[in-house]
């Protein structure tokens, strides 16, 4: 029972220590969305329409962001920083659509042309 005694204080200031390091220790991290707004510019984000309008939308997330660091808010600018990251990777996933609907559209003209090319003209055969 003395050793309980002595280990439940010892217990409690130990978590409180440990509790106040974590939360005094908020660190912003803007490189996960600026990596995302990197990648949708390298994905050609800018030239599809839909892509472009959240590719948009992230840099100035990222500016709000910075703005929120420099006052203080880190809460909120940590927020924004996710919302940015998630509109440039929504920008990615739009500009590789339109790419694969590009690509689609292109091979099926190119079915279609060598069908086209390939046909052979069918002389005395009845039916």
Known sequence: MRHLNMILPAGIVLLTAVLAGCGSTQV?????SMSAISAAEEAGASK???????LQLAKEEL????????????????????RAQADA???????H??????EAAQAIERVRQLRQDNQI???????
């Open 63 to 82: 500016e709000n962001a910075k703005g929120l660091v420099s006052k203080g808010d880190k809460d909120q600018a940590e927020s924004m920083l996710l």
């Open 28 to 32: 912003i991290n803007k490189d996960a």
């Open 121 to 127: 003209p069918q002389k005395g055969i009845s039916q």
């Open 97 to 102: 659509g339109d790419a694969d609907k590009t």
């Open 48 to 54: 599809v329409p839909s892509a472009s309008l959240y």
């Open 89 to 95: 990777e929504l920008a990615i996933a739009l500009s």
